[in-house]
């Protein structure tokens, strides 16, 4: 897994981070945008509302603004409690996606909604 925390700034100052997945088969992958539950580990000045975004190259493959909201939810709670990761705040504005990926080279970019600013934490997951 790969996870990272920085400041999110509005216009060029999003947080990127990027992974290949390797081999002949698909990988899942969990991938989340942590910020209004940084709170609860005492940070403060935390994204209250980051937007995740999946490229592939310059195409957009997924796109999540609130983990809750989501049909996947539940899976989402259950990844997370697999790979080892803290539980996200039910009903919090934190970002997550669950997706199948072929091999490849992927971007993940985190922003805040309506160019907000705050610290957020992007964390990258190989599901087994």
């Known amino acids: 897994?790969?996870?990272t925390?920085?400041?999110?700034?509005?216009?060029?100052?999003?947080?990127?981070?990027?992974?290949?997945?390797?081999g002949?088969?698909?990988?899942?992958?969990?991938?989340?945008?942590?910020g209004p539950t940084l709170s609860t580990f005492g940070l403060s000045g935390t994204l209250?509302?980051?937007?995740?975004?999946?490229?592939s190259g310059s195409t957009t493959v997924a796109s999540n603004d609130r983990w809750h909201a989501d049909t996947y939810a539940a899976a989402v709670t259950s990844a997370s409690k697999t790979v080892?990761?803290?539980?996200?705040?039910?009903?919090s504005?934190?970002?997550a996606l669950l997706?199948?990926?072929p091999p490849g080279a992927y971007t993940v970019e985190v922003k805040g909604k309506n160019n907000t600013e705050g610290l957020a934490l992007l964390e990258i997951y190989?599901?087994?």
């Open 5 to 22: 925390r920085a400041r999110v700034r509005a216009g060029d100052g999003v947080l990127i981070g990027g992974f290949v997945v390797q």
């Open 48 to 55: 209250a509302d980051p937007i995740l975004t999946l490229y």
């Open 84 to 91: 080892g990761a803290f539980a996200l705040a039910d009903n």
């Open 99 to 101: 997706v199948t990926l």
């Open 93 to 95: 504005e934190d970002a």
């Open 24 to 34: 002949p088969a698909y990988k899942r992958m969990l991938i989340r945008a942590v």
């Open 126 to 128: 190989e599901l087994p």
């Open 1 to 3: 897994n790969l996870s």
